[in-house]
């Protein structure tokens, strides 16, 4: 079993930055790939980016340059530095934890993650 918690949420201005957080705990913590999604009202769950245990990250191509993922295993937690937000970044964000994927654009994919945090509210607005 794992626990996500995501912290870092609220709002922010367009151009303007935040971090978000996810603590994991349980059992194989270490060995997971843990990824953020994202959904916006009336819209999918849309996967982001994610990170393996080796810290190899994998990102859409709408967040490049702007997002970035990083892995604390120390800690036992992922960061999304998110940098230059737009309105369109508007959404509830979570965390989701999944074993190793063959194939890393597959960690984007949220019918392959069974465990995930209760999500937190990232709002670009002026």
């Known amino acids: 079993q794992l626990q996500l918690v995501e912290s870092g ?3 922010v201005e367009p151009g303007g930055s935040l971090r978000l ?3 994991a705990s349980g059992s194989a913590v270490g060995s997971v790939t843990i990824a953020w999604f994202r959904q916006a009202p ?3 769950r849309e996967g982001v980016s994610c990170i393996t245990s080796s810290r190899i990250p994998y990102q859409i191509d709408s967040v490049k340059g702007r997002f970035t993922i ?3 295993n120390a800690k036992n937690t992922v960061y ?3 940098n230059t937000l737009k309105p369109e970044d508007t959404a509830v964000y979570y965390c989701a934890a999944a074993p190793p994927f063959a ?3 597959m960690c ?3 019918r392959n993650y069974d ?3 209760q999500g937190t509210q990232v709002t670009v607005s002026k």
């Open 9 to 11: 949420g609220g709002l």
């Open 42 to 44: 009336g819209k999918e």
């Open 115 to 117: 465990y995930w945090g």
């Open 103 to 105: 194939s890393l654009p």
């Open 21 to 23: 957080s996810c603590a």
């Open 70 to 72: 990083s892995r604390d």
């Open 80 to 82: 999304l530095q998110m």
């Open 108 to 110: 984007t994919m949220a």
